[in-house]
């Protein structure tokens, strides 16, 4: 078994942002060399998340706004007696997932027509990692 | 590492439906002869989901019908504005998941005793696919 | 590639509780020698589940009350009328997901600093089971 591992660093200007990642993840398939196998996009933080859905820009701003009424901000969750104030970012995080696997077949990503990799990003405004891990031969 | 990579496909007479493929993936684990490793099911498009749950009719109506209190459908989604009325089949794709990784062990799916895999459609009668990729040794 | 098989046994005290098993999982990637790869973390359950977040009592509190909101106890789930009283963990159990991929990255687990895994029970006082599966090289 082969292996490629690659980091992501984001630092968003908004506090919340959703950015289509899939060019960085084709890009470390295509560096790894390998044909079959799998990869690994998982965000290193417990307030942002990776998810697969549609480059579409009015279906990112219903996630935005679906996932702020599921997991509403300004809520005094007993998270912020810490002294943090991004419980809602945990939760948001939970809901869509913080990591996917996506298959890689002769040498590409194997996704369908509409099939985008995108990293959300819930308590932005810092500095922030994601992992790629490209394993198979 | 060796790999084996099938696609199943789905079209739905339903709108919505919930269509346990476990029997595909073992069948998949089998022809590709490995007794070690891991098996990713995962849904091509970004308005279908794959999960592990109960094969129980009672709680597939209950699954479909909180689906439906969490992401509704009949919302005056902004994804709507590009002539598609399936916002509700986004949501519900994240919610639920497009993908699952099972675990291969002595040759067989190495899941619990309720665990089944299921193809979740919450935008049918059109063809779909679903990746079955199995890797190891 | 190179595989290690373990599997935790759970048998909570409360209905529902959320247990760190962060230190069995590195334990784990440590017994198998794998120094690039992944771990399968994953219950093998319809009635629990397995995430990553953070180690805080506050947000595991705000997690269960969360979880408690979108998929209630109490309600009359089709489910109930096999006999069970458990619809609602199966719904959260699907919500929080059953399943976690983790990267190996030079032999231990590639997590963000605050990064945990959680065994998360939501029908407990029983016998449950997870299996850990490390695949690498």
Redesign the interface.
């Known amino acids: 078994?082969?292996?490629h591992?690659e980091y992501l660093t984001f630092n968003t200007e908004d506090h919340r942002e959703y950015i289509d990642i899939t060019g960085e993840v084709e890009e470390a398939v295509r560096k790894s060399d390998i044909s079959?196998?799998?990869v690994?996009v998982?965000?290193?933080?417990?307030t942002a998340g990776v998810?697969?859905?549609?480059a579409?820009?009015?279906?990112i701003?219903?996630?935005d706004e679906?996932l702020g009424r599921?997991?509403p901000e300004g809520v005094d969750?007993?998270?912020?007696?810490?002294g943090e104030s991004n419980?809602d970012a945990?939760?948001k995080?939970?809901?869509?997932?913080?990591?996917?696997?996506?298959?890689v077949?002769e040498g590409s990503l194997?996704?369908?027509p509409?099939?985008q990799v995108y990293y959300a990003e819930f308590d932005g405004q810092r500095k922030k990692?994601v992992?790629i891990?490209v394993?198979?031969?």
Chains 1, 2, 3 share one sequence.
Do not use: C, F
């Not at 939970?94 to 298959?103: C, D, F, G, K, R």
């Open positions: 078994m082969n292996s591992t079959e196998g799998m690994l998982s965000a290193m933080h417990i998810y697969v859905n549609d579409e820009s009015g279906i701003r219903d996630i679906w599921l997991a969750y007993h998270h912020h007696r810490t419980g945990h939760l995080s939970l809901l869509i997932h913080h990591e996917v696997i996506l298959p077949t194997d996704l369908g509409w099939q990692r992992i891990k394993m198979g031969e």
